[in-house]
């Protein structure tokens, strides 16, 4: 294989896979039709494992070679999916990287082979392979730098995604935590590979050397195609979690040096009885059923030990009594109202939280940032992240509206959190919290 040939053609063909197959039996085949190979997206980052997903054009298999050298020399090379049948697709390639050393540098490229023509399994044939350029991660562990970035509810609004990431870009942080509202209402998997892989933005790389963490939102629920996201963002390791907490796929609880990461996910906006969800909820349960994962993730000693504690969510986990939010805390069945904050998430998860010492909460949803600083009864802060609106909401001029980035970084044993108005291109906020 003409290695050298094959990157120039993957560099050239790579990052424009937006168009999936306009045949109508695309299973059948690229039948000729170059294919296109987005960007890597590296995602579901752990201290063994990473998960490499991107998108493609129409019918074809995909690997990922790694090697902790940067000429990719003693490259190992993983498949996708599990044992047995290799999956291949017409719209994106999943492929998992196991058995990883923590905080450790990895190198890597995808290779991308095209079936042309697949009769049956006796009777196809495949194309060349395009090969990726080589990318670079680092994995999570307490050896490693404790540095992070988190968006929220870019909601497919392109120009804010990309101020969004840009920001992300230029931060070079060890990890992206996307705290829900990726998306809108998803009808197909074009919607989603968009979205998650190959957004319509000039720094549609982003995820291919910093790794993406994800977390829902309520809209990430929402779409007849929805409740098969993981096909385009890998969810947890199964090795993660014990079989009886087999469905708890997006919580996660890692070190990210003197940082414990820890994943929660909200679920919906409305009561699992809301007339509006068509019998389809089941998130009372899946809250309840994360109060315990969550026990446990902070007892674990790796977790326990680390000197900051982070929880990450989309739905706000609290209101103060004073303040406009706090009526409309999720609970009651009402057509005209939905959680601004989450008194169910709050009572089932705040006091293990309070307990175990975490020093904040990062949250979403509310398209506004805000710092609620710690009281006599909450030792947390929590962060409330900002929305897409660009200095403007339905009613109008809005300057209290800004896409925000919330960066955290351990700098001389102490947290610093850094909000930028990526819209204003200004800082927000910038204390050392803890
Ligand atoms: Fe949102
Ligand atoms: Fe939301």
Known sequence: MDSQSLSRRGFLLAGAATALTSSATPFKGTQGVPLK???????????????????????????????????????????????????????????????????????????????????????????????????????????SAAHFCVINDTHAQWKSFE??????????????????????????????????????IASKDYGADIPVCFESGNHDFRGSWISKKEEVMMPRHPAERRGDQWDLKWNFAYRLGDLAMIGMDTGEDKPDGHPKWFGLANFEAYRKAQAKWLEEALVRPDIAAAKFKIVFCHIPLFAAKNHPDYPHDGVKID????????????????????????????????????CDRPTADRKWFQFVGGGPECGKDRKGVNPQRFPTVIEGKVENGRLRIIAHDVFNQRIAFDEFIA
């Open 37 to 143: 190979v987005g960007f890597p997206c590296l995602q579901a980052p752990a201290e063994n494992t990473m998960g490499v997903s991107w998108a493609i054009s129409g019918l074809a298999k995909g690997v990922v070679e790694y090697s902790e050298s940067a000429d990719l020399s003693n490259a190992k090379i993983a498949k996708s999916g599990g044992y047995g049948l290799v999956p291949i697709d017409i719209a994106s390639l999943n492929v998992r990287l196991e058995n990883l050393k923590p905080a450790t540098k990895y190198y890597y490229r995808t290779i991308t082979t095209p079936f042309i023509d697949y009769k049956n399994i006796y009777d196809a044939k495949l194309g060349e392979p395009i090969v990726s350029e080589i990318h670079s991660f680092t994995t999570m562990g307490a050896a």
């Open 163 to 200: 101020m969004c990431v840009g920001k992300v870009k230029e931060l070079k942080p060890q990890v992206l935590v996307w705290n829900g509202d990726a998306t809108n209402t998803t009808q197909d998997k074009q919607t989603a590979v968009e979205i998650f892989l190959d957004p319509p």
């Open 335 to 370: 057509p005209n109202d939905y959680a601004y904050w989450s008194r169910e998430c709050h009572d089932l998860w705040a006091p293990l939280m309070e307990k175990a010492g975490v020093t904040a909460a990062i949250c979403a949803h509310k398209h506004r940032f805000r």
